[in-house]
């Protein structure tokens, strides 16, 4: 499967825990987003990458959230001291140029308890 | 507001039924557009881009109109199987090609 791939699926925490989720994107493409998306709403933009460079972040995306792309292949999106408010879908997409569709991968569902 | 604006829904129609769902943006520097299709629980997943001289993918029939940055999907002899929902999407590709959601409209076709 050449798709993007997240993992974990699922992950259920303790509020004030910190988690990680990893981002595969499709090889070729240079480009890769993270969106949250919480229950009833469309996905909201956090941030995204060109190649290693992280190019903007939402006003979404607080403090407590950081996010890397070492070498310009796969991501991680990372949460400290996870809040109630933290619980969502966490989505990764990847393109090649920006004018082209993104293609998601499955997400991470993000539960706190 | 919200820069990208749909009817939640839900819109319950028969098998066999044409639908037709609406959106509106409010960013004039918005680019390129889709509609995106997400099933319960699962990742949005791209249905068709949108252009405004209007395209057509068997039942499905999308339309752009800049001038009133407006964007319609039209669903012709709908199944059970187009039950989901349906993702409006805008493209700022100035701003880094971040994609712009709206809310969803949900559809469900009964038999």
Redesign the interface.
């Known amino acids: 499967d050449t798709g993007v791939s997240q993992d974990p699926r699922h992950k259920i925490t303790k509020r004030g825990q910190n988690v990680t989720f990893r981002c595969d994107p499709i090889s070729e493409h240079n480009?890769l987003?993270w969106?949250r998306q919480t229950l009833?709403?469309?996905?909201?933009?956090l941030t995204?990458f060109?190649n290693e460079a992280q190019?903007?972040k939402s006003r979404l995306l607080s403090n407590r959230f950081s996010a890397e792309r070492p070498k310009g292949s796969f991501s991680t999106l990372e949460i400290q001291r996870t809040e109630q408010g933290d619980s969502a879908m966490y989505?990764c997409?990847s393109?090649g140029?920006?004018?082209?569709?993104?293609?998601?991968?499955?997400?991470t569902?993000l539960s706190i308890l | 507001r919200k820069e990208?604006e749909q009817d939640?829904g839900p819109f319950n129609v028969p098998e066999g039924a044409t639908v037709a769902f609406n959106c509106t943006y409010s960013n004039s520097a918005s680019?390129?557009f889709?509609w995106y299709r997400q099933d319960c629980?699962?990742?949005?997943?791209?249905l068709m881009?949108v252009y405004s001289s209007g395209n057509e993918d068997g039942r499905f029939t999308a339309q752009l109109n800049r001038a009133s940055q407006y964007i319609s999907l039209l669903i012709r002899d709908s199944k059970l199987s187009d039950s989901a929902t349906y993702?409006c999407?805008v493209?700022l590709?100035n701003?880094?090609?971040?994609?712009?959601?709206?809310?969803?409209t949900e559809l469900s076709v009964k038999p």
Do not use: M
């Open positions: 480009r987003y969106y009833g709403q469309g996905p909201e933009f995204y060109q190019l903007e989505l997409a393109s140029p920006p004018n082209q569709p993104q293609h998601f991968g499955d997400g569902r | 990208v939640p680019q390129s889709f629980r699962k990742e949005p997943k791209l881009s993702l999407v493209n590709y701003q880094g090609g971040k994609l712009i959601f709206g809310q969803g």
